[in-house]
């Protein structure tokens, strides 16, 4: 059975137990894993309720930060 290791944000290596080295198929199929795990991890962080509140933010410090207006004489 193959052993599978991939370790995030290190160069990793797929090899059989016995140190053989995979097919090319295989060697694709764990980069698309990494592509897998990062794409969920940001899907994580977009659906949280920090980031989705950013624009709402943003416009109260806009807001908050704007130049006031002269009276009109």
Known sequence: MPVDR?????DWMV????GSIPSWE????AVLMDIRSEL????????CPNF???P???RSIRKNTAPKRKAAK
């Open 15 to 18: 090899a059989d137990q016995d």
């Open 26 to 29: 295989r060697v694709g199929i």
């Open 40 to 47: 969920q991890t940001l899907n994580r962080l977009l659906a």
């Open 56 to 58: 709402a933010t943003l």
């Open 6 to 10: 991939l370790k995030r944000n290190i």
């Open 52 to 54: 989705i509140g950013i």
